[in-house]
């Protein structure tokens, strides 16, 4: 019995806009809202809304049959929120089907699992399970890291998260000559399964949805399908994990049509079911264990095993960590979003210069010339967050000062008052 | 393979880029045994070192007149020199200027013309008077080209930037050979956009009788083909390169605890000096870790130190003047960051040395070099918001500074001379 998990990605970061010394301590945006809310007003309705829809109808009419995942990063849910609810909604009511399954994540798709600070990382986790279930109406039992990063200390840190099962990259750093087509363990924690992503089958799916000459899709198409009927049967499992932006765009009739036959094809296979990767966990148990010292991740025409990085690229990890101690203490909202959103993988990966951005020709999707662009803009920030939380908890402390006086008997000024002068003297 | 190249400079008589240029495109040939160069310079008797001109060593000196043969046999190129007082980066109002240089040697020139060598100036003509004595100049310089032309083989002709194009399409006219043009700059670039009209049209038809044009970089082709209106078909970009450094780097002692950001170049329009000094404003009343070099002369030098004086800036600003040889591997080795703002940049030799030197490099998008790096920040030349953070980036971070200088180390090493004379002659190739 063959086993297919077929699950989409869908993640939005917010993008920075260009932030220089000079902008240090003047309250400017770090994040180009317009761009952002322009993307999402475009991925909603170009993607989102037309696919989703597709989708529902093509659950309902496979009744049963046919089940997906997806993972939604936590900067895309806020983007939703913000600009285009609806697409909210219409995840909610593929939710609602039953066939659909929604994986955990970190709450902002941040990089918090290549630290050493796994108290944020427990929370973050938390935090975003929680928001899933408020959303979606259950609570994610299978986990997928940003970018799919995994490594046995993450494996053995997200099981200790409550997690039974997690999503990586078929890598063949990792997998060397096994294949991805069977659950395996972490080695340190035997209890966590890890899934790989069938590496060469999610390309091609990719590459056929994505191919504007018809003819060649169609040929690919066939050809696609004959490799499905040859698989090793033996094999419990075929994880297909892609870009949900594949589905829609240009083309999508066409994309759309493939899709059915696709699964009409699956279905007529005696031996071969769509599964949710939460029944996986129940029905398998692993092979082996795997070993994986170095992290693994996947990264979309890019790299599969990218992590720690560069120089530069730590550099940024390690300063953006250091201001964690620092911002335990702050309540402001406004500052904690900041946090959550600065952590992005996103802005990290922008700081090498093989990223498909520097080789685009659309120039204008991308605000930096080189990976030294990107890292400078991102230490700006960087300085002027910290500059932030400095000064708020400088004000909290002059706060519980003033209201100590104030207890005191003392006229002073009230709290609100200081904390607001502070800000201007700045 | 003989080819007979017309170039304006050769080390160690440089005043910019052009003659050091010169000197690489003719080692980089001399790797490929099946071309031989026979490269005439004339003389430029304004220079201090002009008696230094050992570099080569000369075999036989042939003086008829005032018109000297100097005739270099050094592997497989040949220098050839003549006596002119022409300097390459000159306008024709400062060479008028320059009154110890009189007419008389003209008539001399081609008295030499008329005496000895074989002559046929009648069959040909300029079509009118230049005026000024630098387009005469370069008059007497086409007319001994032609007696040289005839008097030599080979079977293609280059040249290097619009004061030998009349010389070249002399030379190609009398030899009927193809006529190679190598673009280093255009008077475009030189004159920050107030183009000398003489100068144009000897460009403009330099550009169209030539067989091929060879551009320092794309940008320099853009505006060969839009502002010449040349078919961009004839053109190819070669990028210039930089020889690896040889010899020990030299420690120099610094004379700062700050940060030393350097400009480097002639303080022209075309360099953009001006940004360089509004740059060091923003930095210098933000951060008081860093000092400004403006390395080099020029005609707009003592409105920079006005400027200079009038921001305020003047203790951590500095000036040092013309530098050459030694002095700028000095400059280079005291300099914390290396920027280029130039307005328009053809080609832009300094990063590619600074970053020889593992210093991290600032530059303009609007340089012919920027095409070809990667391990550098790169701005538009207006845009001194962008400088400035660049600067304090690097001053601030290590990271920073460390990846950019050993990138670009590593980057730069993989340039040389003989890749970029292989395009070249494939070049010749291609037009023979």
Do not use: E
């Given at each position: 019995m063959k086993n297919i998990l077929l699950c989409f990605q869908v993640h939005h970061p917010f993008h920075f806009q260009t932030f220089r010394f000079l902008d240090i301590g003047t309250n400017k945006s770090y994040f180009d809202d317009l761009r952002i809310e322009r993307e999402i007003n475009e991925a909603a309705t170009n993607y989102y809304l037309p696919v989703n829809d597709f989708l529902l109808k093509l659950i309902k009419k496979n009744k049963g049959k046919l089940k997906l995942a997806f993972y939604i990063s936590g900067t895309a849910i806020d983007q939703f929120l913000m600009y285009e609810p609806e697409v909210l909604a219409s995840f909610r009511q593929l939710a609602d089907t039953g066939h659909v399954e929604f994986l955990g994540g970190t709450s902002s798709h941040s990089l918090i699992s290549l630290t050493n600070r796994k108290d944020e990382l427990v929370n973050q986790l938390a935090d975003f399970q929680a928001k899933i279930n408020y959303l979606f109406g259950k609570k994610p039992t299978v986990f997928v890291n940003s970018d799919l990063i995994y490594s046995d200390l993450i494996g053995k840190d997200v099981a200790d998260s409550g997690y039974k099962a997690m999503i990586t990259n078929g890598s063949r750093k990792t997998l060397i000559w096994r294949s991805s087509n069977y659950v395996y363990s972490n080695c340190i924690q035997p209890k966590m399964h890890v899934y790989f992503r069938n590496e060469m089958i999610s390309d091609e799916f990719t590459n056929i949805l994505n191919c504007q000459n018809s003819d060649v899709k169609d040929t690919s198409a066939n050809n696609f399908i004959s490799i499905l009927r040859n698989l090793n049967q033996d094999e419990p499992l075929l994880n297909i994990y892609l870009?949900?932006?594949?589905?829609?765009?240009?083309?999508i009739e066409k994309k759309e049509k493939f899709i059915q036959s696709f699964i009409s094809h699956i279905n007529r296979m005696a031996n071969i079911d769509f599964k949710l990767p939460s029944e996986i966990a129940e029905i398998f148990g692993p092979v082996a264990e795997i070993n994986a010292n170095e992290p693994i991740c996947w990264l979309n025409n890019f790299h599969s095993y990218y992590y720690p990085g560069n120089e530069l690229q730590m550099e940024a990890i390690h300063q953006l960590y250091m201001i964690k101690e620092m911002i335990d203490s702050v309540d402001d909202i406004n500052l904690q979003k900041d946090w959550q959103y600065l952590q992005t993988s996103d802005h990290v990966h922008l700081m090498d210069d093989q990223h498909p951005a520097y080789f685009s020709s659309n120039i204008s999707n991308c605000i930096y010339k080189s990976k030294y662009d990107a890292f400078i803009n991102f230490m700006n920030i960087l300085d002027d967050f910290r500059m932030k939380i400095l000064e708020e908890i400088e004000a909290k402390e002059k706060r519980k000062v003033g209201s100590q006086r104030i207890g005191k008997g003392k006229k002073e000024t009230t709290p609100h008052h200081l904390s607001n002068k502070l800000h201007t003297d700045e | 393979m003989n080819v007979l190249m017309l170039g304006w400079e050769f080390p160690p008589n440089i005043s910019g880029g052009l003659g050091t240029a010169c000197e690489g495109i003719v080692k980089g040939l001399s790797a490929y045994n099946d071309v031989h160069v026979i490269f005439v310079v004339p003389k430029s008797t304004g220079y201090e070192n002009s008696s230094n001109f050992q570099l080569i060593d000369a075999e036989n000196v042939a003086s008829t007149g005032n018109v000297i043969f100097t005739e270099y046999q050094s592997s497989n190129y040949r220098t050839i020199e003549i006596s002119s007082r022409l300097l390459p980066y000159d306008t024709p109002e400062d060479f008028s200027k320059q009154k110890h240089f009189s007419n008389d040697k003209t008539e001399s020139d081609i008295e030499t013309d008329q005496s000895g060598l074989t002559s046929r100036t009648q069959n040909f003509h300029f079509t009118g008077k230049y005026g000024p004595d630098l387009f005469q100049e370069i008059n007497n310089y086409a007319l001994i080209v032609k007696i040289i032309a005839e008097h030599n083989q080979f079977e293609i002709i280059h040249v290097h930037d619009w004061l030998t194009f009349p010389a070249g399409i002399a030379a190609r006219q009398i030899s009927g050979k193809p006529l190679l043009v190598h673009v280093h700059s255009t008077d475009f670039d030189r004159s920050g956009g107030k183009v000398n009209p003489t100068i144009y049209s000897i460009e403009k038809q330099g550009f169209e009788q030539a067989d091929n044009i060879i551009a320092v970089s794309n940008r320099i082709k853009k505006r060969i083909v839009s502002d010449y209106g040349i078919s961009s078909k004839k053109i190819t970009t070669v990028y210039n390169a930089i020889n690896p450094k040889t010899g020990s780097n030299n420690q120099v002692k610094r004379k700062f605890n700050e940060k030393v950001v350097t400009f480097l170049g002639r303080i022209t329009i075309q360099k953009g000096p001006e940004y360089f000094i509004e740059v060091a404003r923003l930095v210098i009343q933000r951060m008081k870790n860093v000092r400004f070099v403006m390395a080099g002369n020029g005609d707009l030098m003592n409105k920079m130190v006005d400027l200079s004086a009038k921001y305020g800036i003047s203790n951590k600003f500095h000036f040092t003047g013309f530098l050459k040889g030694k002095e700028i591997e000095e400059m280079l080795a005291m300099s914390d960051i290396v920027i280029m703002p130039s307005v328009s940049e053809p080609f832009g030799i300094v990063p590619l040395e600074a970053m020889q030197a593992k210093i991290p490099v600032i530059i303009s998008l609007q340089s012919g070099v920027s095409e070809l790096i990667r391990n550098v920040i790169k701005t538009d030349f207006w845009d001194i918001n962008a400088m400035a953070d660049a600067i304090h980036a690097i001053v601030s971070h290590n990271p920073l500074s460390k990846v950019m200088a050993r990138e670009g180390n590593e980057e730069v090493n993989k340039f040389n001379w003989e890749q970029s004379a292989g395009h070249i002659r494939n070049i010749y190739l291609n037009t023979v």
């Open positions: 870009d949900y932006k594949a589905l829609g765009g240009f083309g | -």
